[in-house]
C-alpha cells in the first residue's frame, strides 16, 4: 500500500468518528494554542518593558548618593557622601570624563498638588533645560524648563498628562493655569507627550520644576538625589562610567574604590535584568502550558489504542491478505500525526489569535515570532510519533489468527 493510499485511508477513518477525533484532538489545540499565546504575551511585555526604559534617554547612566552596590565597580559599603551640584558641573566640564555628551542634575520628591478643588500626590522633579535631552522628553504643549528659568528660580512647571487629566480632567489645556506645589503656586508652561507606564513608573504621572526653584525655594536641599548622564555612544558607555566613577572617587577624597560612596547604573543593566526577569516569566508560563501538550498527548494515545482495540478483525483480515508489520504501524501512525498536526494548526491560530486580543485589551505590543510557530508544528508532528508508536505498534504486533477469532 503507498503512503498516500495509507494517507487517504487514515482521514477517511479519522472523519467517520468526528466527535472522538474533535475531542482527542483538543488537548493538543489547547496546548499549542496556550504555549504560543503565553510565548506572544511574555515577548510582548519584554518589548514593552525594553521601549519604557528605552524613552527614558539613550545610553543613559544614573549616578545615586549612597554606598556602591553596582555600577562602575563593585563595592562595599561606606560613608555616604550626598551628590551636590558642582559633582555635576564637574562631570560636564572635567577633561577628565571624556565620553559624556550631556549631564542632567536632577532633585525629585513626591509631594501634594492641588489645582483648584482637585489633589493629588505625584513626582517633582527639579530639572534644567538638559533634563529634556538626556531623557528624551518631548513637549506637546508649550515649553520646557529654560536656563533662564532656572537662574531666575521662575515657578513655572511642566505637567505630564496623566497629571493633567488628574487636576484639570480630560481634553482640557491648563497652560497659564496656577497649581499650588507644597502650598507654593506655580504657573503652568508645558505638557509632556505621553510616553506611558502604570504606578511609580509612570512617566506620565510627573511635573518638572527649575533645579533652583526646586532644592532652594521648595525643598531646601543642597544635595542632588541623582544626575543623568548621556555617553556619547553606546559603545562607550563602560568608558564614561568609569571616567565618571574616578572623578567622583578623587572628588569625594575615596582612594579606595570599594568605599565609593554613589553608585552608577546604566541603562543595559537595567534592560538585562528587566530582559532576565520577563524571559525567566515566559519561560514558566510556557512549561506550565506545555503541561496540558502531555496530557493532550496521552488523550491521543488512548483514542489510538481504543482504536487499534475497536479494529482487531480488520487489522487481522489485513494482515491475513498480506499486509506487512510496516504497513500496519504505518497507518495507525499517520492517524495519530494527523490528529497531532491538524490539532497543532488549530492551536496555532487559536494561540495566535488569543494572544492578539489579550495584548489589545491589557495595552501590550502584539508579538508573534516565527520560531514559536515552527516550535509548535514541531512538536505536535512530534507528539503524535511519540504517542502514536505504541499503539501503532500494538496493531502490527496481532496475529492474524487471533485478531479474526477477536469478538
Known amino acids: 500500500m503507498e503512503y498516500t493510499e495509507i494517507i487517504e485511508e487514515a482521514s477517511r477513518t479519522l472523519t ?3 466527535l472522538r477525533t474533535g ?45 556602591q552596590r553596582g555600577g562602575f565597580i563593585q563595592g562595599g559599603a561606606g560613608s555616604a557622601t550626598t551628590l ?5 558641573k564637574a562631570i560636564s566640564s572635567s577633561s577628565q570624563v571624556k565620553d559624556v555628551l550631556n549631564v542632567s542634575p536632577e532633585y525629585s520628591r513626591r509631594t501634594q498638588i492641588t489645582a483648584g478643588s482637585k489633589n493629588t500626590n505625584t513626582q ?43 487636576l484639570f480632567g480630560d481634553g482640557t489645556n491648563p497652560i497659564g493655569e496656577s497649581i499650588r506645589i507644597s502650598g507654593k503656586s506655580f504657573k503652568v508652561v ?8 502604570t504606578g511609580f513608573q509612570n512617566q506620565d504621572d510627573i511635573i518638572y520644576i527649575p533645579l533652583s526653584v526646586s532644592m532652594k525655594v521648595l525643598f531646601g536641599s543642597t544635595n542632588l538625589t541623582s544626575i543623568a548622564v548621556e555617553a556619547k555612544s553606546a559603545s562607550l558607555m563602560t568608558s564614561a562610567e568609569n571616567q565618571i566613577g574616578y572623578l567622583l572617587l578623587d572628588r569625594h577624597k575615596i582612594s579606595n574604590p570599594t568605599d565609593a560612596d554613589f553608585s552608577i547604573f546604566s541603562q543595559n543593566d537595567i534592560l538585562n535584568t528587566a530582559s532576565s526577569v520577563t524571559g525567566t516569566f515566559t519561560a514558566l508560563l ?42 500496519i504501524i504505518a497507518q495507525f501512525l499517520i492517524e495519530s500525526i494527523i490528529l497531532t498536526f491538524v490539532g497543532g494548526v488549530i492551536g496555532m491560530f487559536v494561540g495566535i489569535l488569543a494572544s492578539f486580543i489579550i495584548s489589545r485589551l491589557i495595552n ?16 505536535s508532528g512530534a507528539i503524535g510519533i511519540l504517542f502514536g508508536w505504541y499503539p501503532a505498534q500494538k496493531a502490527a504486533n496481532l496475529q492474524p489468527i487471533e485478531a479474526l477469532r477477536y469478538e
Open 16 to 18: 467517520l468518528n468526528k
Open 23 to 67: 475531542l482527542a484532538m483538543l488537548g493538543i489545540i489547547i496546548g499549542i494554542g496556550s504555549v504560543i499565546a503565553l510565548v506572544s504575551l511574555g515577548q510582548g511585555s519584554q518589548a514593552a518593558v525594553t521601549n519604557q526604559i528605552q524613552s527614558l534617554g539613550a545610553n543613559l547612566l544614573t549616578v545615586i548618593p549612597g554606598s
Open 84 to 88: 551636590t551640584l558642582d559633582d555635576a
Open 124 to 166: 517633582v522633579i527639579g530639572a534644567t533645560a538638559t533634563y529634556s535631552t538626556v531623557h528624551k522628553v518631548s513637549i506637546a504643549e508649550g515649553a520646557f524648563i529654560t536656563e533662564g528659568d532656572d537662574v531666575r528660580q521662575s515657578k513655572v512647571a511642566v505637567l505630564g498628562p496623566q497629571v493633567v487629566t488628574d
Open 190 to 197: 508645558g505638557i509632556t507627550v505621553s510616553k506611558g507606564g
Open 286 to 327: 510556557s512549561g506550565i502550558a506545555a503541561i496540558s501538550l502531555i496530557v493532550g498527548g496521552i488523550g491521543i494515545m488512548n483514542i489510538m489504542l481504543v482504536t487499534v482495540t475497536e479494529r482487531t478483525r480488520e487489522i487481522g483480515l489485513r494482515k491475513a491478505l498480506g499486509a506487512k508489520k510496516k504497513n
Open 364 to 379: 501590550l505590543p502584539f508579538t508573534i515570532s516565527a520560531g514559536s510557530i515552527f516550535l509548535a508544528i514541531g512538536v
